[in-house]
């Protein structure tokens, strides 16, 4: 495996925790799903991940973005496990609705997994060679790395949106900037 094709894998997993998190801000609005406060974790862990993602794609890869990676996605599956933990017991209502058979907590504790293997594999599999003094980040990387941005900004607009400048409620059914309108 070469440079490029390390260059190319960080993208996609920068692309694909975008994709994550624009979808659980879809899923917000169109659901009328208002995330919990472990639920709110669980992005900030994503944005950890995708922070580290995005230091290899700008900067070149190096294994300390991939520690970056890692304590973002351990942090992100320790809430989730969390989440997850208060649900499992038999009788206890979900939080939110299930996207093909399972909630989005799991979902997320999976995806944390994976990035957990996936940068594990990639670190012992780890070349000298995949750091490059001259490295010049390509058209889609940027354009990734702005997708990640905008979707950043979106979480913290909506969590600003839902919890005001105050604790978020632990079962919310409203935005607290919408309702002081009413």
């Given at each position: 495996m070469n440079n490029k094709h390390v260059t190319l894998l960080n993208t996609l997993g920068l692309?694909?925790?975008?994709?994550?998190?624009l979808m659980g801000s879809v899923l917000q609005v169109a659901w009328n799903e208002l995330p919990c406060p472990l639920c709110l974790l669980q992005r900030l862990g994503f944005v950890m991940v995708m922070f580290g993602f995005m230091l290899n794609?700008?900067?070149g890869t190096q294994q300390?973005?991939?520690?970056?990676?890692?304590?973002?996605?351990?942090?992100?599956?320790?809430?989730?496990?969390?989440?997850?933990?208060?649900?499992v017991i038999p009788g206890t209502?979900?939080?939110?609705?299930?996207?093909?058979?399972?909630?989005?907590?799991?979902w997320a504790f999976v995806i944390f997994g994976m990035t957990i293997a996936g940068v594990a594999l990639l670190l012992m599999l780890w070349n000298k060679d995949w750091t490059s003094e001259n490295y010049q980040m390509n058209k889609f990387g940027k354009f990734v790395c702005i997708l990640a941005i905008v979707a950043v900004l979106i979480n913290v607009v909506s969590t600003f949106l839902?919890?005001?400048?105050?604790?978020?409620?632990?079962?919310?059914?409203s935005y607290w900037l919408l309702d002081m309108f009413k």
């Open positions: 692309l694909g925790i975008t994709f994550v998190l794609v700008v900067y300390r973005h991939y520690g970056v990676i890692l304590v973002g996605a351990l942090f992100g599956a320790a809430t989730a496990l969390r989440q997850v933990s208060l649900h209502p979900g939080f939110g609705s299930p996207i093909l058979g399972m909630h989005y907590y799991t839902e919890c005001g400048p105050y604790q978020c409620p632990d079962n919310p059914v």
